[in-house]
């Protein structure tokens, strides 16, 4: 059986256009997404007040009540007197 040469070619058609289309999506998107919120803004919805303002949200604070706490400290000199020098140990 003799093996037959075959010829391939492969044609490139190029149309001009390099890339899809996800940038015109995105773009679409962010339109879209700008012109909602103008909507809102400029209809009202988003600086509406609420209809009742005369709301009370007073709450009463429970009562706490702290003992009394007296702390002695000697004097600062004592204190320095008190407290032994890091190198007391070095011979």
């Known amino acids: 059986m003799e093996d037959r040469e075959v010829e391939r070619e492969t ?14 999506i995105a773009a679409i998107l962010v339109i879209l997404v700008i012109a909602v919120l103008a ?3 400029f209809g ?14 007073n709450v009463a604070a429970p009562k706490i009540e702290l003992p009394d706490i007296k702390i002695e400290t000697p004097p600062a000199a ?9 190198d007391a140990n070095k011979q």
């Open 11 to 24: 044609v490139v058609v190029s149309s001009g256009r390099d890339g899809g289309g996800g940038g015109a």
């Open 39 to 41: 909507f809102l803004y």
């Open 78 to 86: 004592q204190q320095q007197q008190q407290q032994q020098p890091a």
């Open 44 to 57: 009202g919805y988003l600086q509406r007040a609420a209809d009742q303002t005369d709301i009370n949200v």
